[in-house]
């Protein structure tokens, strides 16, 4: 059953996430779609992290989610001028604030 | 305008007294670097693998003005870290080989993460020359990019370029040459990281530089920053390589957590963002954006069709229906042409040779053999025609991002329906497929388990034995069975995730490129190149293979005399036959006997033969009944009337043929797809297991709950 835990242990450290987080930040997997939103964090380690960051997930980029599919999983989202998209379970490593 | 000479050469010939100059052709996915190379190259392309790995390169020398000039085309990635084989063997290439060259291929559209690429390549030392692709696009949005201004903050040259219509390439080859040749600059600085950074990175060089081989080899520069970085390939060469490479380990271990501590952030992190924020400066002062933005472009009104949540799927599935039948209904026919041209000529040197070994060895192994690969070709090159549609409109990714979520609960990637879907018609072309995937670990797994669907070949032998022994649901269970193939990849796969290929999963993080028009030459370009290399690479290995089997069930031959009669044939006293038989005791396990064991061997050099090795053994004359159909009838009458076959073992014997070892063909092409035998061998061997024990489960559980009637 180790497995079943893998994903989770994958860079996100729930203790540390809680004490940083205050009421306006979310994880960008809970936003609806069209909206706006700014990057606060990203907690990702490893390829992960590295993946976000070349695709232009960065601190304080400013992007917009922009459909889900079937299933709400995976995401798209619009970021510095291009589409990207990721799974539910990536998208829960980045921590955003909703913007008007 | 001048004239240009171009020829295609050899690596070797008459030019080899004169200096070669080598341009290495990078960029991201989604730039434009293909059109550029074809542009640049033409058909002269030169297709292998970087040392060691099964990545793919392409490469080509053309002359330009009597100068030698060769291309080589690196591996289109995002950035040039240590996770995936394509960055390491880019950074790999242009370390250890030097180019003279860099030309870097850039989206004018979306120059900030274009550019974020091009930084790391300036990071390595090696001159580089920027192509704003694209340029036509950039233009209808209004986007101004002053490029000489450009060029100016990060000391490279910059050309405007229009991949598909070849605007700017022969500007572009000749800046390119210009620097190659020391006539231009290029890289005289390095983009600043800022104060803190700058301190850490010349002191991990100070430390460096005290082993003067090592720092003739590598670009120091580009060391301290990945070590800066934390680059797990970057440490394995120090600690390999370096004299002093504990002191400089521990140097730039120190370094880094004090940064870490002063941004209370990661290393890997700050370096990125600091690229960015460089990026950033730099288009702030060239790039502008005039008039009209346009609302909804024309990618977005396709996408808000085929990605909407409920339709998505549906159109897919539509999509993928049209090429699948495009492929296997033009392409089957076609197929059928060249294996009958195959039958005449093999025929008719039956009629003019003498008869004896080498008759047959030219006839029904050579000739057979040749004719087995050239029928796949038509599927192929089809089928390549669908995908370079499909990759290159852009489509590609919309796929997978529709079909990720089912495919992800399996351990597998969106992409991995194509393979799957192709298989169902024919596991080779299915194979070949598998390079949609972009991740070694989703392709292996793909490729491992895409031979279980039901195929082109394995339909007629269930659909027979389904006639003969389930008459009255046969629709039914043969459908089931077909979607039993489905079912088995998709839980072996996810067995294989959780066992072989576990830990991290790779991310899924992937762009959405705007939809364009694929351009013809592309894609002709790229069916050539699968084609060839399909006859090349896996033709030789499938040839010669057949020649084995062939050779396996036609030796020893049958003593002169014996009157060819029920199960005193050819094939009973040729190797492959008597195997069968001497393993008829472990067969009867699952209830079949020496006949099936002898049919399932044959069935390993392609699966229709099983049918009509089953014909031969039951006595049927091909010669007789040389209608296909007409041998199917009576196999088929046959097996009902056998006593010993029961509809018990007709199911298990299904089910192990949906499983068993995969053809020889495909076969073949695991080996040149994932460039080892033991990929090959392990595929015969899981499946052989697996098909056996669920053989003989059915066939025990049935019998004890007393189907076995």
Redesign the interface.
Known sequence: MK?LL??RN?GLDFNLKTKQTDDWVRHLSELDTESDFKIIK?NA????????????F??NQKGRVV?????R??I?IEI????????RS?AEFIDVVEQD | MRRRRRRGRGKSGQFDDRKLIRIALAGNPNSGKTSIFNALTGQRQHIGNYPGVTVEKKSAIITVDGKLVEFIDLPGT??L?A?SMEEIVSRDFVLNEKPDVIVDILDS??L??HL?LLLQFQELGVPIVGALNMTDEANAKGIKIDHDQLGMILGIPFVKTVGSTGLGIDLLLDVAIKVAEGELESNKRHLNYGKRVEAAHTAIINTLEMDQVFSARYSQHWMAIKLLEKDQDAIKKISKEHQHFDLVLSVAREWRERLEKQFAE?S??II??QR?AYIHGAIKETVSLSGHSTGIDF?EKI?RIV?N??L??PIFLGIMFVIYQLTFSLGNPLADGISIMFTRLSLLLTRILPSGPLQELLTNGVINGVGGVLTFLPIILLLFLGLSFLEDTGYM?RA???M??VF?MFGLHGRSFIPFMISTGCAVPGIMSARVLTNRKDRIVTIMVSPLMMCGAKAPVIAMLVAAFFPNNATLIFWGIWLFGWITAFFIALIFR?TLF????????????PYRRPLIKNVILHMWEKSSEYIKKAGTVILAASIIVWFILSYPKAPQNTVKDFGKTDVTYSIGGRLGKSIEPVLKWAGFDWKIGVSLIAGVAAKEVIISTMGILYGIDEDVSSQQSHVDFMVKDKLKSDPNYSPLMAFALMIFIMIYIPCIATLAMVKKELGSWKWSLFQAGYTLLVAFIMAVGIFQMGSLLGFGG
């Open positions: 497995w893998n994903n994958n990203i380690r490893g390829e992960i992290r590295r993946r976000l960051l070349d695709i232009g960065i601190k459909r889900k599919a079937l299933l999983d995976p798209e510095k001028g291009t589409r990207v998209s990721l799974r990536e | 995002y950035s870290s996770y559209t979306n900030e993460r974020y990661d890997e992190v990125g963002e960015y990618t996408d990605l949540r409920f998505g799927i990714s997978a991002f529709v990720d979520k992800h959780k576990k830990g991290e999963q790779t991310p899924f993080v992937m762009e959405l490129p």
